[in-house]
């Protein structure tokens, strides 16, 4: 069985490559691909395909997709008007390959996220339904890291910044993300699933500055601001206007609850609790 995963020269795509490969998949039944594929010819050197696929090049998704089995189709991190018709043609070419199921990682809530990036994931999903493809809904929450890697400049500011409220978040690790997806691509019953995942523990930005303070042994309060202002804020760290409106407007989503969930879907597909916030940040480099 051959697998494809895109986006491999990510963090979440890597991570999946690795975990499918502990899960005792040969390394060449693993196609690896992405837009520049010199950051995994390491991969390659392990056994790995790796091909080029770039989501805005037809052609490329067509040799990539050659002979795959099974597809991970990881959102694209290209600006948000563009991802819509990016996974459309990846889909297609998956399609096309006759792949027989796609594993597609969407966000929490997508059939009801009433955030610019909620709203790009619903419509590939609907799209996966009016394709007729046999797919799985991998309903990735927040990452961990989208706060453990802050961890300098939140304890440089003694703040951490947002525009969430009270809203609660249930973040998880990317590797246990990347762990789910290899679960679901290499497990069978999965068809048609849609999964909730995120951590077992939520935690408000209120929350996650108590516990930055407790780990760091430095006082961190949170700071709700509005969410213009969240905005300039983002876009003055260095962030391009149009990334750091959205990243504001995914706070206030966090906010309405769409960041929540306490299906326990990562921690049934994974087997074991995910990772917890406190867990993670006794590991990270402050």
Same mark, same amino acid.
């Given at each position: 069985?051959?697998?494809?995963?895109?986006?491999a020269t990510g963090?979440?795509?890597?991570?999946?490559?690795?975990?499918?490969?502990?899960?005792?998949?040969p390394a060449a039944d693993i196609i690896a691909t992405g837009r520049d594929t010199a950051g995994i010819q390491d991969l390659a050197d392990r056994g790995v395909t790796v091909r080029r696929a770039d989501f805005a090049d037809t052609g490329s998704l067509t040799g990539a997709f050659a002979g795959a089995d099974r597809l991970l189709l990881i959102s694209a991190s290209v600006p948000v008007h563009e991802r819509v018709a990016n996974h459309r043609r990846a889909l297609d070419a998956a399609?096309?390959?006759? +792949?027989?199921?796609?594993?597609?990682?969407? %966000?929490?809530? !997508?059939?009801t996220a009433t955030t610019v990036i909620g709203a790009t994931h619903g419509e590939t999903e609907q799209y996966l339904r009016d394709?007729?493809?046999?797919?799985?809904?991998?309903?990735?929450g927040w990452y961990l890291e989208n706060y453990t890697g802050q961890l300098p400049q939140i304890l440089h500011n003694g703040a951490v910044v947002g525009a969430a409220g009270e809203?609660?978040?249930?973040?998880?690790?990317?590797?246990?993300?990347?762990e789910a997806a290899a679960v679901v691509l290499t497990g069978e019953g999965h068809t048609g699933a849609v999964y909730e995942l995120g951590g077992d523990e939520s935690f408000t930005l209120t929350e996650l500055a108590a516990a930055i303070s407790a780990a760091a042994g430095?006082? +961190?309060?949170?700071?709700?601001?509005?969410? %213009?202002?969240? !905005?300039?804020?983002?876009a003055a760290a260095g962030l391009p206007a149009e990334l750091a409106e959205v990243l504001a407007d995914a706070d206030l989503g966090l906010?309405?609850?769409?960041?929540?969930?306490d299906s326990g879907d990562l921690r049934r597909l994974i087997g074991r609790p995910p990772v917890t916030l406190a867990e993670a940040l006794a590991v990270a480099p402050f």
């Open positions: 069985m051959s697998i494809v995963v895109t986006g963090q979440l795509g890597r991570l999946t490559v690795e975990a499918l490969l502990r899960r005792g998949v399609a096309a390959a006759g +792949v027989s199921m796609v594993a597609y990682t969407s %966000t929490t809530h !997508a059939d394709r007729e493809i046999p797919s799985v809904v991998l309903r990735n809203g609660r978040i249930s973040a998880a690790s990317r590797a246990d993300y990347a430095k006082q +961190v309060a949170y700071a709700d601001l509005p969410v %213009t202002e969240f !905005a300039q804020v983002l906010g309405r609850g769409e960041m929540y969930t």
